[in-house]
């Protein structure tokens, strides 16, 4: 059964001041509603005004996304009734958005970008009691009221939950690269998804906060519908609300029909005109895919590698860079980067920016390996003590005792007792089974508390019972 | 007539008159016109901590304008004892010149009515207590009429809510270019119609105060930035102006006798060297419709944030959001509020919106280049301001709403276009007074006050 999904993407803009006010955007952690003002708040009389540098931005990831940009925009009240908005309106766009028509390509493919406009977010709200069905009353931040947002909405061309994550991750980072959007931040990105399978209606799940939950929102969705055909029931139109504890949907409200913003112009605000110059005046930063390129080109990892360095998050290839200047070895960077300390870094669920990961300090791990201290085999146990911790690696080789075996007449030292205590699996390994082999290097590395090289250890055990 | 505020300016100035004395003397002169008219929703008398163009004139200030510190209520209940905490831009000009600010008018809840009883105050007209005083800011032009002291009135109109009470009331009232007064701190109505605008006993009164309060504002990103004109100075009599006479203000709904006098204003100002001719405004009769289209698919929006959340009326928390802000505006809104809401929500519902905002939209662009093309040719458009003298207020209450609306037929197209425009007196039927309505192009506010400055000095 074919799947069919369609995303709108919404994330918060990097400006200093809100949408329609020169209230700060910077939210987090700060006490509720207290960066707000008359215009935020909706009060009667006050009238919003547009903030160019959200234009701007706007503007920037329309040509990163590949859209036509149109020449002449204007904001539309979009109408409903929620505790979380000021005005019971929302200063968004409709008719003419700020740009249409765009792709991005992931895995080979073109995912097919409708539109991106801005609008105001509503609201924080903090359900108290219960989750949004069971909550007893709500309590309201108007903080984030009137942050700028970017909306991204593409066609329905994802077939995979995999394609969406490629996507979300590539637009991440190339958001991060134009600079006008921090991934780190708390409902920074919240993502509406609709699901369908070929031939079905289609169920919206909104609000998904955060990559890792559209990644369980989806896979649980796709599930649920599959298992509904499967017994010859179908799939209702509706609108879902994905809960990220039970990692399950569930039915927010069933929907008949297209819901009605009954939009009209806002009438607060001019036509804004967005000329040629003012787009061609907005300087265009490396984007990923140029990055990726350059990177092979550059320090000659394979492509594969690159691409994940790049996509994942721009503070990671800006991490590749920056050990580049300390640490000529690129292969062995790039291996290290995508394999032991993206693993880690998963492990402990923080990214390279917030972790204690430093160029100076994870150079002196692969230094290690490469002058032969430590076998690569010891690197990946110490880099899961580094990465959380952040403490030096040579501390912490000194900390654990954990040297490699200098010297070959040491290492054949237990090469030698290990062949007296095991006698058995000595003949076995001469009647030429193999497994007899593995097991004497597992006896060797164990008395050496993996310090010692596996592929040497087994040249030397061959050596010494022939 | 001389007016009182150039007078009392001087006088001022001069210190023949103390400031505290003058205000203690007005007091009880407020009070006085209060209990008999209700012109006020709020009296608040603050001396001015300034001094400047108009130091010591008592200013009235519609309620629907914002002062900090003083409720605005804009006639609503559900903004009853609503204090908000900044200064309309106009409000704090008015102030940076000296003024006296003196209170709040009265008005048609939010500006919904041509006769100003759509609302918890209701003032009655200066010449007859049984009628109306003309709306919306009805307040601000009965206060205009009775007070024997110097005072100029801010007011609003959206589609003839000062050209009107000023007719009703007997004086005069210029509603200027749409974005030549920043509506920053404007309760709205219908945010693309509102205007801020004044009300005086003279033509040099009402210019005076738009002087004032005239200006880009980077707070109202509609407001115009063209370069401040004293329009003082246009009080200058001026022979050589051409006036065009549309026969579409002059048909059958309107009063005889006003149009008599109508005519008689405009052979005056021929008499005085102008030239006059009649033409024809063919969009006249769409104008009305899709004023009021728009005008309400704006309003719809703009009172959705009134719900018992964050500001005015509140009532005990009981029920889930929809049951509560479904309360609140049930018993905050008045009725004339709730239609508006119905019909606005309406006209821009999906399979509405194309039939009657959009097109309402798009009647506005002809009228608009109706009028440039008669502004080609002619200085200023001469009609009555109403169809009709001030009604009774028994009259009124007959009235249904598709009559009341048809009130504002002869001032919903220039409100439309956003020109500028001035209403004065001509003459009395059944000695209530009638307004001559002259009309100019965009941004000619020079034209109507020089023709009215003509008129009114050779009356």
């Not at chain 1, 249409?100 to 977010?121: A, F, P, S, T, W």
């Not at chain 1, 609000?207 to 298992?227: D, H, M, P, S, W």
């Not at chain 1, 593995?438 to 596996?454: I, S, Y």
């Not at chain 2, 609503?76 to 008015?94: H, M, N, Q, R």
Request: glycine share 6%.
């Amino acid at each position: 059964m074919k799947v069919l999904i369609g995303i709108e993407i919404h994330v918060h803009l990097l400006t200093k001041a809100k949408l329609f006010c020169s209230c700060s955007t910077d939210y987090e952690g700060k006490e509720p509603n207290n960066l707000v003002c008359p215009i935020c708040l909706g009060f009667p009389g006050s009238k919003p005004k547009v903030n160019k540098k959200a234009i701007d931005f706007g503007i920037l990831a329309a040509k990163a996304l590949n859209c036509k940009i149109n020449p002449e925009i204007f904001f539309s009240r979009k109408s409903y009734f929620y505790p979380d908005m000021p005005k019971n309106f929302q200063i968004s766009q409709y008719e003419i958005p700020l740009a249409v028509g765009g792709y991005l390509e992931i895995l080979g493919k073109k995912i097919r970008i409708r539109r991106i406009h801005l609008e105001e977010d509503p609201a924080r709200l903090v359900h108290v009691g219960g989750d949004i069905t069971s909550a007893t009353h709500v309590l309201a931040d108007y903080n984030r009221a009137g942050i700028p947002l970017l909306e991204i909405v593409t066609e329905p061309d994802f077939t995979s939950t995999k394609e969406v994550r490629e996507f979300l991750s590539k637009l991440s980072s190339i958001l991060e690269h134009l600079e006008i959007f921090d991934p780190s931040k708390e409902a920074g990105l919240r993502v509406d998804a609709n699901i369908s399978l070929e031939g079905g209606e289609r169920a919206e799940i909104k609000n998904i906060t955060g990559f890792a939950n559209v990644e369980k929102a989806l896979n649980y969705e796709i599930i649920r519908q599959k298992n509904l055909r499967r017994i010859g029931k179908k799939v209702e139109r509706e609108t879902r609300h994905f809960d990220a504890e039970t990692r399950s949907t569930h039915t927010l409200r069933k929907k008949e029909f297209e819901e009605d913003y009954g939009y009209i112009f806002e009438p607060d605000l001019t036509k804004i005109e967005i000329s040629q110059s003012w787009i061609k005046s907005l300087k265009m930063p490396e984007l990923p895919d140029k990055r990726v390129e350059r990177f092979v080109k550059q320090y000659k990892i394979p492509k594969q590698q690159a691409s994940v360095i790049v996509y994942i998050d721009k503070a990671l290839a800006d991490f590749f860079e920056d050990c580049s200047k300390i640490y000529k070895n690129y292969k062995q960077l790039a291996k290290w980067i995508v394999t032991d300390l993206l693993k880690c870094l998963n492990w402990n669920k923080i990214t390279i920016r917030e972790s204690r990961v430093k160029p100076k300090s994870f150079v002196e791990l692969l230094k290690l390996i490469d002058k032969g201290k430590i076998t690569e085999r010891l690197a990946k146990e110490i880099i899961k003590e580094y990465v959380p911790t952040g403490k030096s690696p040579e501390q912490i080789v000194k900390e654990k005792k954990l040297v490699t075996i200098k010297g070959k007449k040491e290492l054949e030292k237990v090469v030698l007792a290990v062949i007296k205590e095991n006698k058995k699996a000595v003949d076995d390994l001469k009647a030429g089974r193999k497994k007899a082999l593995e097991f004497l290097v597992g006896h060797v590395l164990k008395k050496t508390r993996k310090t010692a090289d596996p592929k040497v250890v087994r040249e030397l055990i061959e050596k010494l019972t022939k | 007539m001389k007016s009182l505020v150039k007078e009392h300016i001087e006088k001022i100035k001069s210190g023949k008159i103390s400031l505290d004395e003058f205000i203690s003397e007005i007091k009880k002169k407020i009070e006085k016109i209060q209990s008999e008219y209700s012109p006020f929703i709020t009296i608040k008398i603050e001396n001015p901590e300034k001094k400047g163009k108009l130091y010591g004139i008592p200013i009235s200030v519609k309620d629907n304008i914002c002062t900090q510190g003083i409720q605005s209520t804009a006639g609503s209940k559900i903004l009853e004892g609503y204090v908000p905490p900044f200064d309309a831009t106009c409000v704090k000009k008015v102030k940076g010149q000296g003024s006296v600010i003196i209170g709040k008018t009265a008005q048609d809840e939010f500006g919904f009515g041509s006769f100003s009883v759509n609302s918890f105050v209701i003032p009655k007209n200066p010449w007859d207590k049984t009628r109306v005083c003309g709306g919306s800011s009805g307040g601000a032009a009965c206060l205009t009429a009775l007070a024997d002291f110097p005072h100029i009135a801010m007011a609003e109109s959206t589609g003839g809510s000062i050209s009107c009470p000023a007719a009703f009331c007997g004086v005069v009232g210029i509603t200027p270019t749409y974005g030549r007064v920043s509506r920053f701190g404007l309760i709205d109505y219908a945010n693309s119609l509102d205007k801020i605008g004044t009300i005086g006993k003279t033509v040099y009164d009402t210019a005076l105060l738009l002087s004032v309060i005239s200006g880009y504002d980077t707070l109202d990103s509609t407001s115009l930035e063209v370069r401040d004109e004293d329009f003082t100075k246009y009080c200058e009599e001026n022979s050589k102006i051409k006036i065009a006479v549309p026969k579409e203000y002059f048909g059958e709904g309107v009063d005889p006798k006003i149009k008599d006098l109508v005519w008689k204003a405009i052979k005056k100002l021929e008499s005085l060297g102008a030239k006059y001719q009649e033409v024809s405004l063919s969009q006249t009769t769409y104008a009305l419709p899709s004023y009021y289209l728009i005008a309400m698919a704006e309003a719809s929006t703009n009172l959705a944030k009134f719900c018992g959340m964050r500001y005015g009326f509140h009532s005990e928390l009981k029920g889930n959001f929809e049951e509560y802000f479904s309360q609140i505006r049930k018993l905050g809104f008045g009725e004339e509020a709730k239609r508006r809401i119905i019909l606005g929500t309406y006209a821009r519902m999906a399979g509405f919106r194309d039939a009657y905002y959009l097109k309402a939209l798009k009647v506005r662009s002809l009228v608009i280049q109706d009028f440039r093309r008669i502004f080609k040719k002619f200085d200023v458009i001469a009609a009555p301001t109403m169809p009709v003298i001030a009604p009774r207020f028994d009259e009124v209450k007959k009235l249904e709403p598709i009559e009341a609306y048809m009130m504002d037929v002869l001032t919903a197209a220039p409100n439309l276009a956003g020109i500028p425009m001035i209403s004065l007196p001509c003459g009395f039927v059944k000695s209530l007074p009638v307004g001559l309505h002259l009309m100019a192009d965009h941004l000619q506010e020079k034209k109507i006050i020089q023709a009215a400055h003509t008129f009114e000095v050779n009356e």
